[in-house]
């Protein structure tokens, strides 16, 4: 097969001479509901194509490289005084497979341990290149599921205005949860 990023010959969907100049992660972190850090892996522009291949015969593919590049090295290296959970926003199998529940897996660590299936939307409406206004007008409903962890770290693939993770946190804080961050592979407002 050829490299999606290069179009070499490679063994995989992303060669690794791509893998170490395109996709080197650096950490940017913007905030929602005024307090909770939401940390960004990459500019949403610089990897655009990639996150494209979501609803794809190869989106669990590019996505499990992703979640190599960025989520699993930070699930190594963060310290955190007690273990937490990770949840996948919305990890509902759509096109064969979840691409937050990939990413969600790739934190799995001695401090992080993911859960599946909590925290799903029951609005299916569509919310790709929305205003503010109109992600507003219809929430997503967030249909909640227990489980016992305090403290939770939301995943998701891009945050754009922050509503989908903000009314996430509030769903989880309304049934007693702390969100203590959230993670996405990309920011859309990131330049």
């Known amino acids: 097969m050829r490299c999606l990023t290069c179009e070499r010959f490679s063994l995989s969907h992303i060669c690794r001479r791509c893998r170490e100049s395109l ?9 929602i509901l005024g307090h909770i850090p939401v940390y ?54 759509k096109s064969g497979y979840s691409h937050t529940a990939v990413l969600n897996r ?33 929430p997503r409903g967030f249909r909640y599921a227990p489980f016992e962890a305090d403290e939770v770290i939301l995943v998701d693939d891009i945050v754009t205005t922050g509503t989908t993770l903000s009314e996430a946190a509030e769903t989880l804080h309304a049934h007693g949860k702390k969100v203590i961050l959230c993670l996405t592979l990309a920011d859309a407002e990131r330049k």
């Open 23 to 31: 996709l080197s992660p650096q950490l940017h972190q913007r905030k």
């Open 40 to 93: 960004s892996f990459f500019p949403y522009d610089e990897i655009e194509p990639l996150l494209l291949t979501k609803h794809t015969h190869i989106g669990h593919y590019v996505y499990s490289i992703l979640a190599d590049q960025a989520f699993r090295p930070f699930s190594k290296s963060w310290e955190y005084a007690q273990p937490v959970v990770s949840l996948g926003i919305d990890d509902d199998p």
């Open 106 to 138: 790739a934190l799995k660590s001695s401090l992080i341990t993911p859960l599946y299936g909590r925290l799903r939307a029951q609005n299916a409406h569509k919310y790709a290149g929305k205003s503010v206004a109109e992600r507003l007008m219809n």
